[in-house]
C-alpha cells in the first residue's frame, strides 16, 4: 500500500495568518493515464470530512481559492491563506491512484 | 443537492454480522462509482472499497476482503456494506462517498461498536 505521511501533526494559526501542509507518499502518485489523484480534506469538528482539493490543485466545487494544492510526484503540499474561523479542524490528503486508496495521519489546524 | 445518508450502525456482538445502506440523492446514482471509507475511534481513515456505477465490479481493501462485500441497487438509489465476523478493530465511523479516484461527497457516517 502508498504510504502516505502527513507533517505537522498540528498547527496553530492566528486569524489572517498563512499555514502550509505536506504531505508526502511512498510512491509516485502518478496514474497510468497522466494524472495525479491526490486529493485534500477538511474535517470540521463533528462532521465528515468534506473535499477541498482534487488532483493535486483542483479545488472543489464551492471551495475557497484561499486554499491551494501543489506538488507533483510524491510530495505535496496545501496552502491555506487568511486563515478565518471556520477554516480550523483537521486536515488529510489521500490518494487514490492505487488500490487501495490511502491517507495521511491528518494535520489539525488550531488557533494560536 | 447531492445528499448520502448512512444508517444500519449501532452495538454489535464479535462475530456478528451487520448491513449498512446509504441513500443517495440529488444526482443520478447510477452514473457514479461509490465507496465506503471508515474512521477509527483515533481518527485513522481507512478505505473499505467501491463499486463500478452499474455494479459489475468492486475493489476491497486486502485485509477486508474476505469479511465485507460491496453492493448496490441503483433502483433505490442505495449502496450497501455488509460486515460479517465482525470484530473489535471494526469499531468506527462509516462513511458513504460518492467517487473512485476522487471521493467527492461524504455522508455524515454511521457508527459501529463492536463489543460483547
Known amino acids: 500500500d502508498v504510504v502516505m505521511t502527513q507533517t505537522p501533526v498540528s498547527l496553530s494559526v492566528s486569524l489572517g495568518g498563512q499555514v502550509s501542509v505536506s504531505c508526502r507518499s511512498s510512491?509516485?502518485?502518478?496514474?497510468?493515464?497522466?494524472?495525479?489523484?491526490l486529493s485534500w480534506f477538511l474535517q470540521k469538528p463533528g462532521q465528515s470530512p468534506q473535499l477541498l482539493i482534487y488532483?493535486?490543485?483542483n479545488r472543489f466545487s464551492g471551495i475557497s481559492d484561499r486554499f491551494s494544492g501543489s506538488g507533483s510526484g510524491t510530495d505535496f503540499t496545501l496552502k491555506i491563506s487568511r486563515v478565518e474561523p471556520d477554516d480550523l479542524g483537521v486536515y488529510y490528503c489521500?490518494?487514490?491512484?492505487?488500490?487501495?486508496?490511502?491517507f495521511g495521519g491528518g494535520t489539525k489546524l488550531e488557533l494560536k | 443537492e447531492v445528499q448520502l445518508v448512512e444508517s444500519g450502525g449501532g452495538l454489535v456482538q464479535p462475530g456478528a454480522s451487520l448491513k449498512l445502506s446509504c441513500v443517495a440523492s440529488?444526482?443520478?446514482?447510477?452514473?457514479?462509482?461509490m465507496s465506503w471509507v471508515r474512521q477509527t475511534p483515533g481518527k485513522t481513515m481507512e478505505w473499505i472499497g467501491d463499486?463500478?456505477?452499474?455494479?459489475?465490479?468492486?475493489n476491497y481493501a486486502p485485509s477486508l476482503k474476505n469479511r465485507f462485500t460491496i453492493s448496490r441497487d441503483n433502483a433505490k438509489s442505495t449502496l450497501y456494506l455488509q460486515m460479517s465476523n465482525v470484530r473489535s478493530e471494526d469499531t468506527a465511523t462509516y462513511y458513504c462517498?460518492?467517487?473512485?479516484?476522487?471521493?467527492?461527497?461524504w455522508g455524515p457516517g454511521t457508527m459501529v461498536t463492536v463489543s460483547s
Open positions: 462517498t460518492r467517487g473512485t479516484t476522487v471521493l467527492d461527497f
Open positions: 440529488g444526482f443520478t446514482f447510477s452514473d457514479y462509482w
Open positions: 463499486i463500478k456505477y452499474d455494479g459489475s465490479y468492486t
Open positions: 510512491q509516485s502518485l502518478v496514474h497510468n493515464n497522466g494524472n495525479t489523484y
Open positions: 488532483k493535486v490543485s
Open positions: 489521500g490518494q487514490g491512484t492505487q488500490w487501495p486508496w490511502t
